[in-house]
């Protein structure tokens, strides 16, 4: 099994930025892709971006030049720096890996944009 937790959200101004963090334990030697999903209120679950072990990335238009993923694979975990944030982006942010044993989520974390 994989196990991902994430952090680092919370509440913060229009324009301002935070970082999210997804941790991963367990086999994550069977990870071949990670990546960030956001669920706002009245909206369908969105992919926000992914990145593969060989550091391909890819994002959604929405968040293309706003947002960036990475990740260290000496601490299992990736990131998502956000930038630049407005009410739009206010969501449960979850963290998700993609692997040969299956697919896993993390409990998700509030990013609330508002002044």
């Known amino acids: 099994q994989v196990h991902l937790v994430e952090s680092g959200g919370g509440l913060v101004q229009p324009g301002g930025s935070l970082r999210l963090s997804c941790v991963a334990s367990?086999?994550?030697?069977?990870?071949?892709?990670m990546g960030w999903y956001r669920h706002a209120p009245g909206k369908h679950r969105e992919s926000v971006a992914w990145i593969t072990g060989g550091g391909t990335t890819n994002y959604a238009d929405s968040v293309k030049g706003q947002f960036t993923i990475s990740r260290d694979n000496a601490k299992n975990t990736i990131y998502l720096q956000m930038n630049s944030l407005n009410p739009e982006d206010t969501a449960v942010y979850y963290c998700?890996?993609?692997?040969?044993?299956?697919?896993?989520w993390g409990q998700g974390t509030q990013v609330t944009v508002s002044s």
């Open positions: 998700s890996s993609s692997g040969s044993i299956g697919d896993y």
């Open positions: 367990g086999r994550f030697d069977t990870i071949y892709r």
